[in-house]
Structures are given as structure tokens and as C-alpha cells.
């Protein structure tokens, strides 16, 4: 049996891990952040971590990427997508109206990633709210339930909510119905499962400093064999101002002819390389 590292409890990483990975052969772990979480599977004391990575409105979790390329010497064992559904969270007192509700809720606690997915909502209803930003939105709901004075509300799953005898005071808040986020699983061995012909590869591709249209040549080493990129992005190596990484997404699995091909030819010209996963990626699939 693997123990699991998520971030939890009632969170949207949680949901997610128990969609794609289920509850046979699983324990899950819960922790409070996910630096922890990370940690945790590092450390040994669990086996893998589910990791949110990317959200289809707002890109990259830049800060989660940066730990597992600087921080975390982790692989990627599989990948997928889920759907996000934001509400927001509290104790709804009868009789009153949505005006009224709105008004009395000064606070909003929340993750940091999601108030981003929900700006619309909280510009036209809670301009007046700060946000207080907490470690989870499970921790987000915990605390109102908590602290228990009508001027606060949470942002978080519906899940949160029920387990934290929450109402739902406005549903679905996020302002684009397409809300996906993508999560990783990382450690040093994949879990089971199922059978998927799409797989892709994640690398770190860093330039040497003195070679002018370095990029052009990485780009091209790729693009001549016809090996798709489904992202390419730019982060700060944090050792030298001015100085990036590349991560990259390629649509090819390291089993084939042509992949490990073309990464020789990068280090050829003289770049670093670094292999961040091989792994199966999957869509969402409604049950």
C-alpha cells in the first residue's frame, strides 16, 4: 500500500487525488501546506505527493514548479486534468437577502491560487472583503467554522463546507465555467495505473551564458523531428539576476527513437538537461 501525500483535508487537491487515484491500495496523508506535502515524500515518509501545476485561466502555479525544479528532487509519474468548482462558504442567516449577506462579510479566507479564479464574483459582491490567504482552502473553511462570527466566509470546494458544517452561500463562483486545474503525482515510483497511450516528458533546459540563439537551436531540435511542445516556460535560475530555465512540455515519451534524439543534440550544444518525469497523462473523465 502507498502512502499519499495531499493537501488536505477538503481541498480541491484532495478531491482530485481520490477522482484519479481512488481508495484501494491508497492511505492518504493530509497536511496543512504544500511544501509540506512535498516534504513529506522527500523525507520518505510517504511515498508520493499530488502536486496542483497548472490551472487553465491562470497558467502555472509558478511556485510549486519552482520547488520541484530547485527544490525537490522528485519525478513526475503521471498527470491529470479536474474540474474546479468554487463557492463561497459560511453560516447563512434566515430571512436575510443576498444584499444583506454580502454586506455583513468583511473577510475572506482562501488559498492563495484561487482568488484569482473568482475576480469577477468578488468585484461585483465583496469589493468592500479582504482576503486573508491560509494554506488550504480546507484550512480556509476550518476557520471560519472555527472562529464562528458572521462577518467571514471561506472560498473553497463544496466538500469543505460539509465537512466543516458550512452553508453554501453563492455557488459556483468562479468566473469562467471551463475551470480545470491540473495536478502531478510525484516520487520515485508511480502508483498503479491504468492503461493511457499518451504520455508525455517534462524537462529543464538550461542555456549556456555565451552562446547567442542557444534557444533558436533547442527549438529546432525539436522541431525538425516533428516533437511537439505543449508548453514552454521561462523561470529565474535564482543564482544569477538575468539568468532562466526552461521548463518544457514535450508531447513524446522517452521510449521513442526520436525524443532521446533530440535531447542529445540540446546537450550537444553545450545546455543542461534535466528530466523532470516520462509519464502518462490523462483527460478528465466524467463519471
Known amino acids: 500500500m502507498k502512502r499519499i501525500a495531499i493537501l488536505g483535508p477538503g481541498t480541491f487537491t484532495e478531491e482530485s487525488a481520490h477522482y484519479f487515484l481512488g481508495n484501494a491500495e491508497h492511505e492518504y496523508v493530509s497536511l496543512k501546506t504544500i511544501e509540506d506535502v512535498f516534504l513529506s515524500t522527500v523525507s520518505g515518509k510517504t511515498d508520493l505527493s499530488v502536486i496542483p501545476i497548472e490551472n487553465t485561466f491562470e497558467g502555472s502555479v509558478r511556485l510549486h514548479i519552482d520547488w520541484l525544479v530547485n527544490e525537490m ?51 461585483e459582491h465583496l469589493p468592500h472583503a479582504e482576503f486573508e490567504l491560509v494554506g488550504s482552502n480546507g484550512e480556509a473553511a476550518r476557520l471560519v467554522k472555527e472562529l464562528g462570527t458572521s462577518d467571514i466566509a471561506a472560498i473553497g470546494p463544496l466538500a469543505a463546507g460539509g465537512m466543516y458544517g458550512l452553508d453554501t452561500l453563492a455557488g459556483n ?115
Open 73 to 123: 528532487e522528485l519525478l513526475i509519474q503521471a498527470e491529470w486534468d479536474y474540474p474546479i468548482s468554487v463557492n463561497l462558504l459560511g453560516k447563512r442567516i434566515p430571512g436575510e437577502s443576498a444584499e444583506e449577506m454580502y454586506a455583513r462579510i468583511r473577510k475572506i479566507y482562501s488559498h492563495h491560487v484561487t482568488p484569482a479564479q473568482c475576480r469577477e464574483f468578488v468585484k
Open 173 to 287: 463562483i468562479h468566473d469562467h465555467q471551463n475551470n480545470f486545474t491540473r495536478f502531478v503525482i510525484v516520487g520515485a515510483e508511480p502508483p498503479e495505473l491504468k492503461p493511457n497511450d499518451y504520455w508525455k516528458t517534462t524537462v529543464v533546459v538550461t542555456l549556456p551564458e555565451d552562446f547567442p540563439g542557444a534557444l533558436h537551436q533547442v527549438l529546432s531540435a525539436f522541431s525538425w523531428r516533428r516533437i511537439n511542445l505543449s508548453k514552454i516556460e521561462s523561470r529565474p535560475t535564482k543564482k544569477k539576476l538575468g539568468t532562466y530555465y526552461f521548463y518544457i512540455d514535450i508531447e513524446a515519451s522517452m521510449d521513442s527513437v526520436l525524443l532521446p534524439a533530440a535531447i542529445e543534440e540540446i546537450r550537444a550544444l553545450g545546455c543542461l538537461v534535466r528530466i523532470l518525469g516520462c509519464y502518462p497523462s490523462y483527460s478528465y473523465e466524467q463519471a
